[in-house]
């Protein structure tokens, strides 16, 4: 069974932020991630961690202004002096809290931009050399254009490519399987396919983005699956508990704590 990290920002809402880590530890999770951490100093998060015996699987850097709309900035050319901060804003929380993977997001831009593109291959070059000395990998998730009209990486051959083109050994695919099912389905081919390049995978029903086990895919097929490809990453729980975070847990499997 992989090892599953609660993610904060959508599970334990019941809670308030902070408190969610003590939460997630009681359920039986080894692992969070959340968003953004930003609202809060990098030391209180990693209390939280710490006092609970957490890790921290995962977080986006600085996404722009997130309530007028922004969705990442990485794509965006005027915005390379931003993009360049909001890196190292994230390696100070990377740092403190001891994660190992930052979720880079593009923002909304024509996928077919020439300028936009060229803006998103300096901004992960940038990325990728700044966390590498850390031993950070730096992911890229391709978004369904449902949830995220707009968004300039919205497929899963786009971020495959990139990645290739690349050849950042450090620039990873974020492969949620919620959004690779309405974008393309053939999940379990994706993920046969794509694993080698992925560093992080997260989970939720399709369509309505719930507890696994509720939609259309099978997914206890799918962690079959990721056990025999031998996937040693998180899966992370990116899902809106239908009625109650503690309600939700029948399909969670704990995973010994390491
Ligand atoms: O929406 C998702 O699936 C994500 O993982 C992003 O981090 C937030 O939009
Ligand atoms: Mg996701």
């Known amino acids: 069974m992989p090892r599953f ?8 809402g019941e809670w308030s932020f902070l408190d969610r880590f003590a939460e997630a530890a009681e359920a039986g999770f ?3 991630e959340f968003l953004f951490p930003y609202e809060h100093q990098p030391a209180e998060i990693a209390d939280r961690l710490e006092r609970n015996g957490l890790e921290q699987a995962l977080f986006n850097l600085p ?16 915005r390379a002096a931003e993009f360049r901060d909001s890196v190292a804003r994230a390696l100070d929380y990377a740092l403190a809290t001891k994660a190992r993977r930052l979720h880079v997001m593009a923002g909304l831009a024509p996928s077919g931009s020439a300028e936009a593109g060229a ?40 971020a495959a490519d990139i990645i290739a083109e690349l050849g950042l050994p450090n620039l990873k695919l974020q492969f949620d399987i919620y959004h690779r099912q309405i974008l393309h ?37 799918l962690f079959a699956t990721l056990d025999e490809l ?3 990453g998180f899966v992370g729980c990116e899902y809106r508990p239908r009625a109650g975070t503690l309600e939700g847990l029948a399909w969670f499997v704990r995973a010994p704590r390491r």
């Open 5 to 12: 990290a609660a993610n904060l920002t959508m599970m334990f």
């Open 30 to 32: 080894t692992a969070v």
């Open 63 to 78: 996404p722009g202004d997130w309530a007028a709309g922004e969705r990442g900035l990485a794509a965006l050319p005027e």
């Open 119 to 158: 803006a998103y291959r300096e901004a992960l070059r940038h990325a990728c050399a700044a966390a590498a000395p850390h031993g950070i990998d730096i992911l890229i998730e391709p978004l369904n254009k449902r949830d995220m009209p707009g968004y300039f990486l919205d497929d899963f051959g786009m």
């Open 185 to 221: 389905g053939d999940v379990t081919r994706g993920l046969e396919a794509l694993l080698p390049i992925t560093g992080h995978i997260q989970i939720a029903s399709v369509p309505l983005r719930q507890e696994p086990g509720t939609g259309e895919l099978d997914d206890a097929r």
């Open 230 to 232: 031998d996937y040693a």
